[in-house]
T-cell receptor
Framework: DQQVKQNSPSLSVQEGRISILNCDYT??????FLWYKKYPAEGPTFLIS?????DKNEDGRFTVFLNKSAKHLSLHIVPSQPGDSAVYFC???????????FGPGTRLSVLP | DVKVTQSSRYLVKRTGEKVFLECVQD?????MFWYRQDPGLGLRLIYF???????EKGDIPEGYSVSREKKERFSLILESASTNQTSMYLC????????????FGPGTRLTVT
């Protein structure tokens, strides 16, 4: 049973608009959440993270929101750019930062 | 810049062969990880190591073993490769207790025939 779920396998957004990628988790022991972006033939690269004691973290065009009671987080990209087209993975870990669980990914396409 | 390198980008092996995948990081990270990535399943943790000679099983360790003799190097071993181990293998490394972000290598696409 997947502990981290990304229920949308793909998402298409127009350039300049907002992209919202969603992630749900089931394990209440998760303490830290991360988003990674992956281009084809490359390893994932870290985007942004959030601790369970916060409900929002912002870095430039990227904002992550955490709703702990709903076990839900989302990544907002504003404004979306064609270079943002990639697969986005949501990941979660406990407070030791050692055992990571990744979601299946969402493929984002930003159309010019 | 953190650099994580993996020994091969593409590898083709036969069923039953012993396979070594090597990962080297240059940032003195304590934690190192091996994942496999399959379509629709995301990254699944095979093993991780938080120190030299230390290892912990991840979600899918069956059919794999690991070795960490030096801090910068973490090897994944397939003792007897099988076709269901055909996958993309990704190595990651990260600092302990500071932030949880991992840095990844480019991946090794392993095909077992």
């Amino acid at each position: 049973d997947q502990q981290v779920k990304q229920n949308s396998p793909s998402l298409s957004v127009q350039e300049g608009r907002i992209s919202i990628l969603n992630c749900d988790y089931t394990n209440s022991m998760f303490d830290y959440f991360l988003w990674y972006k992956k281009y084809p033939a490359e390893g994932p690269t870290f985007l942004i993270s959030i601790s369970s004691i916060k409900d929002k973290n912002e870095d430039g065009r990227f904002t992550v929101f955490l709703n702990k009671s709903a076990k839900h987080l989302s990544l907002h990209i504003v404004p979306s750019q064609p270079g943002d087209s990639a697969v986005y993975f949501c990941a979660a870990t406990d407070n030791y930062g050692q055992n990571f669980v990744f979601g299946p990914g969402t493929r984002l396409s930003v159309l010019p | 810049d953190v650099k994580v390198t993996q020994s091969s980008r593409y590898l083709v092996k036969r069923t039953g062969e012993k396979v070594f995948l090597e990962c080297v990081q240059d940032m003195d990270h304590e934690n190192m990880f091996w994942y496999r990535q399959d379509p629709g399943l995301g990254l699944r943790l095979i093993y991780f190591s938080y120190d030299v000679k230390m290892k912990e099983k991840g979600d899918i360790p069956e059919g794999y073993s690991v070795s960490r003799e030096k801090k910068e190097r973490f090897s994944l071993i397939l003792e007897s490769a099988s076709t269901n181990q055909t996958s993309m293998y990704l190595c990651g490394s990260g600092l302990a207790g500071v932030s949880y972000e991992q840095y990844f290598g480019p991946g090794t696409r392993l095909t077992v025939t």
